[in-house]
């Protein structure tokens, strides 16, 4: 199984400031990779698919980019609502597999 | 609205089995791949079984190979997977999921893509003697 490997495994920022995640698969993916954000108690919510593409609703300061074997996901400008855990996802083959999340707490 | 809804989550002994059905609303429910994603007690995510749009294809984790049986009803709107020869690391959060499945056309090529973008809220199955 292809193993995703998240980093940091969390991290502390303030409203405003600019917050990358990294995602490396343990072989090249091409752009077959997702990302998700999980609240406390709540299910995830999809936020990129194909590595890039912004899932209807989401709002414009998240981004993702990458192919190959190396994913960023960018929150242009934290907000509080943005606190909670971010997992990518590849779906390049079976079994899928996903990151072990990135927790983003608000300072 | 867009709704999954899991139910038959429970306490169960290990080596027991049980049913979960996910009932689907607010979309084309056959045109959706759908799947169970488990998130054991303070862990991460994990896919677990996916089915296509017309029940034909299925995929597994490893782990659950032989044990567990992803099914869907179209006429039914629903989503089920039998879980059977439980065991304690099968104990999780299961969340019903569909997967919207975009696909990117260029040239002669076709890629598909997972989306998953509709989520339930989720069924907790306990593991225990």
């Known amino acids: 199984a292809i193993q995703m490997t998240q980093s940091p495994s969390s991290l502390s920022a303030s409203v405003g400031d600019r917050v990358t995640i990294t995602c490396r698969a343990s072989q090249g993916i091409r752009n077959d990779l997702g990302w998700y954000q999980q609240k406390a108690g709540k299910a995830p919510e999809l936020l990129i698919y194909a590595a890039s593409s912004l899932q209807s609703g989401v709002p414009s300061r998240f981004s993702g980019s990458g192919s190959g074997t190396d994913f960023t996901l960018t929150i242009g400008s934290l907000q509080p609502e943005d606190s909670a855990t971010y997992y990518c996802l590849q779906d390049y083959n079976y079994p899928r597999t996903f990151g072990q999340g990135t927790k983003v707490e608000i300072k | 609205e867009v709704q999954l809804v899991e139910s038959g989550g429970g306490l169960v002994q290990p080596g027991g089995s049980l049913r979960l059905s996910c009932a689907a609303s607010g979309f084309t429910f056959s045109s959706y791949w759908m799947l169970w994603v488990r998130q054991a007690p303070g862990r991460g995510l994990e896919w677990v079984a996916n089915?296509?749009?017309?029940?034909?294809?299925?995929n597994y984790l490893d782990s659950v190979k032989g044990r567990f049986t992803i099914s869907r009803d179209n006429a039914k709107n629903s989503l089920y997977l039998h879980l059977n020869s439980l065991r304690a690391e099968d104990a999780a959060i299961y969340y019903c999921?569909?997967?919207?499945?975009?696909?990117?056309?260029?040239?002669?090529?076709?890629?598909?893509?997972?989306?998953?973008?509709?989520w339930g809220q989720g069924t907790v199955v306990s593991v225990s003697s």
């Open positions: 089915i296509n749009e017309d029940g034909s294809h299925m």
């Open positions: 999921v569909g997967d919207r499945s975009p696909t990117y056309h260029s040239g002669d090529t076709t890629f598909y893509y997972d989306a998953f973008d509709i």
